[in-house]
């Protein structure tokens, strides 16, 4: 099984500041197949769903702001809040879906410093 | 507007069984590959199981493998997954969620107890 691993495990960030989340896959979720990476992003606010934010490691998905991004490669990816909402305060969660079972990371909680 | 919305949580005691259902709306159901995943309390987010666009392959976390089973009626629109042999480590909110390779719509989730 491909273990993920963000960190950290909790981040504090000022309103406006920039935010980044780490996500390590223990072996390449890269498909030379179709050139893509096999990750995606979600975002999990107090008593709801988990919502998609990133597919494919950077690609948003539909009426996710543009201060979210995603990056990476091999077994690195990141992702970025360009500039802290106070909306954005949540639980983030990376999975990689490049083969079952489709795992995730254990969750990063992003509070306002 | 793309939904899915699950049903059939509660409280069951341990070794017991029970049936989870989704109904979806918004999208052609019968396109799309279905996933469960579940989230004990207070705890991370599990892939359980998902389930290709005609039924035909279904794949399951180690921990549920031979006591539950993924499902679906596309004449219904609807994906089922039915629980036996429940233990105290199953109890969680359990999603539906629609799969296209990552988990683009989720549901609101239904809760399941395993407890005496």
């Known amino acids: 099984d491909i273990v993920v691993t963000q960190s950290p495990d909790s981040l504090a960030v000022s309103l406006g500041e920039r935010a980044t989340i780490n996500c390590k896959s223990s072996q390449s979720v890269f498909y030379t197949s179709d050139n893509k990476h096999y990750l995606a992003w979600y975002q999990q606010k107090p008593e709801q769903p988990p919502r998609l934010l990133i597919y494919w490691a950077s690609t948003r998905a539909s009426g996710v702001p543009d201060r979210f991004s995603g990056s990476g490669s091999g077994t690195d990816f990141t992702l970025t809040i360009s500039s802290l909402q106070a909306e954005d305060v949540a639980l983030y969660y990376c999975q990689q879906y490049y083969g079952p079972p489709y795992t995730f990371g254990q969750g990063t909680q992003l509070e306002i410093k | 507007e793309v939904q899915v919305v699950e049903s059939g949580g509660g409280l069951v005691q341990p070794g017991g069984s029970l049936r989870l259902s989704c109904v979806a709306s918004?999208?052609?159901?019968?396109?799309?590959?279905m996933a469960w995943v579940r989230q004990a309390p207070g705890k991370g987010l599990e892939w359980v199981a998902n389930?290709?666009?005609?039924?035909?392959?279904?794949n399951y976390v180690d921990s549920v493998k031979g006591r539950f089973t993924i499902s679906r009626d596309n004449a219904k629109s609807s994906l089922y997954l039915q629980m036996t042999s429940l233990r105290a480590e199953d109890t969680a909110v359990y999603y539906c969620a629609r799969l296209e390779y990552f988990l683009s719509y989720w549901g609101q989730g239904t809760l399941v107890t395993v407890s005496s």
């Open positions: 389930i290709k666009y005609d039924g035909s392959e279904k």
């Open positions: 918004g999208f052609t159901f019968s396109d799309y590959w």
